[in-house]
């Protein structure tokens, strides 16, 4: 089994480094969506995933939490987990 290893100073700061994680994989996840000739999955709902999580990302690699449009990174999370079942090709 090929696992990745978080290492533990990672750990403190968890919500960032999981955020990463996603945002990279939905965007590996849009671009094959994409080319499939039946995409499945609606593209404005990735996007918005996209957005949302990139927002994260910079906000964690800032280290200002300061919340940079809290309404698309709320968003994000939303259709994260009201999707997540449904991210396969």
């Known amino acids: 089994m090929n696992k990745k290893a978080i290492k533990k100073d990672q750990l403190y700061n968890l919500d960032y480094e999981l ?3 996603i945002l990279q994989a939905l965007k590996d996840f849009n671009k ?7 995409a499945h999955f609606e593209q404005h709902i990735l996007i918005d ?4 999580f990139g927002l994260m ?5 800032d280290g200002k939490y300061s919340k940079l449009r809290p309404r ?5 999370l939303k259709l994260f987990a009201e ?3 449904k991210l396969w090709i």
């Open 49 to 52: 995933m996209i957005v949302g």
């Open 83 to 85: 999707n997540f079942n």
């Open 57 to 61: 990302v910079k906000e964690g690699k």
């Open 32 to 38: 094959l969506n994409a080319k499939c000739k039946y």
């Open 72 to 76: 698309e990174q709320k968003k994000a």
């Open 19 to 21: 955020a990463k994680i």
